[in-house]
Every structure is written in C-alpha cells, then in structure tokens.
C-alpha cells in the first residue's frame, strides 16, 4: 500500500471548511503532492488514448442528452481499484468528507467524480451542479491537472458570487476549486489548449420517496 499523503490534522482542511462557511467556496493552490498530480494527469491521458473518455451529457435520466452547445468536456468516473494515484485521491477526499462532516455538519455520505478532459475551444456553460429530481450534490470539487497552464491559455473556471461579484480560477495543476453545489453558479471558459481536471461531488443521503 502507498503512504498516504494527507493527514486528517492537514490545515487545509481547516481553511476549506472555514472558507465553505464563510462564503461558499474555497480555493487551495497546491492541495496535493505534486507527483500525485502528475499521476492522475497520467491517468487521464492514458484513459483518453484508450477510448475511454466519453461525450458528457447534460441533465439527468431520461432528459440525458450531449449538447456540446452547453458543454463539451469529454468524461470518465472513477471508481476504487482502478489506479492507485485514483485510490489515493479517493482516500484524501474521504478525508476532506469527514473534516466537512465535523466542521459544517453537512452529512456528507459518499464523494463521486470523473476525469474531464476539454478539448481545445470546449466549454461548460453557466450552470449550477445540482439537478431538480436530485438535491443530494452538496459540495462540488474541481482538481486542476494542467502544467504550466498561463492565463492567455483561457479555461478558467468563473464562479458567480455574491452581490455580483466573479471569480476566476486558474485550472492550475494541484489547485483545488471547491464550492456549495447548489449555491455557486459557474462556467468554464474556452481554452486554447486541452485542459484536464478531476470533477467531483460530495453528497449527503438521498430522500426517501416512501
Ligand atoms: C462541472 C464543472 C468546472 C471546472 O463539471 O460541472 O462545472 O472547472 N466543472 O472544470
Ligand atoms: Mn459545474
């Protein structure tokens, strides 16, 4: 087994939920090691090369469509045993769960997330990452896997604020963007060159219809 890079006591944590209280969002430029980075950024081509990613689609159950007028991000999600590096991520965002838990006493149960590959001129647009048959997406998380990237490459993540106010995030690798699902409106800009990150979604237990 790989040492784990995270420790529950990571003061990261601690600015991450001080800051989800406070305003909603939370911006962390180096959340991970960087070799870890490296290794998910790997992962994610290695996915693409093989044909694995995938149109996204927008909507959910029957409504599901691609509309690559909306968003054209391409997509895989993750799940456990698949690659360590993905193993490892999975465990520190366990970790960001319960610190979460504990500070802000969301009830998170369970953490979901894909690989998002946009290709060059791809974007997402405006939108909030909740759907109206499912509330359970709480908090979103967007982990940058992109070297060297420089503001004229575009693909900045604009999150819509409070009392109008926007804020842009660099898709830097090892940033970590994360923001209340159904609170933050926000959009991806086109980039110029490919642009890769790991999206992902804290929940907490759905409602039983019965
Ligand atoms: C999403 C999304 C933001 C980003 O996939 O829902 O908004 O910066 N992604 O990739
Ligand atoms: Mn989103």
Redesign the pocket.
Same mark, same amino acid.
Do not use: M, Q
């Given at each position: 087994m790989r040492a784990m890079h995270i420790s529950p006591e990571n003061p990261m944590f601690a600015a991450v939920v001080d800051d989800l209280a406070t305003h909603g969002w939370s911006q962390q430029a180096l959340f991970l090691p960087a070799d870890l980075v490296r290794a998910l950024a790997a992962e994610c081509r290695r996915r693409d090369a093989e044909g694995q990613l995938n149109p996204a689609a927008v909507g959910r159950g029957d409504a599901q469509e691609v509309r690559e007028s909306i968003r054209g991000d391409q997509i895989q999600w993750i799940d456990p045993g698949q690659a360590p590096a993905c193993d490892d991520y999975l465990a520190a965002m366990d970790q960001l769960r319960q610190a979460m838990n504990q500070g802000l006493f969301l009830g998170l149960e369970d953490f979901e997330c894909h690989f =998002?590959l946009y290709p060059p001129g791809a974007f997402?647009r405006r939108h909030l990452?909740r759907f109206r048959d499912d509330d359970r997406r709480m908090v979103s998380a967007?982990l940058y896997l992109n070297e060297d990237w420089q503001p004229e490459n575009g693909g900045q993540?604009r999150m819509f604020l409070a009392g109008g106010v926007e804020h842009d995030v660099q898709?830097l690798a090892g940033c970590l =963007?994360i923001f209340l699902s159904g609170v933050v409106p926000?959009e991806?800009l086109p980039a110029t060159r490919e642009r890769l990150?790991l999206?992902g979604w804290f929940r907490r237990r759905g409602n039983d219809p019965f």
């Open positions: =998002a997402y990452d967007v993540l898709p =963007a926000h991806v990150s999206t």
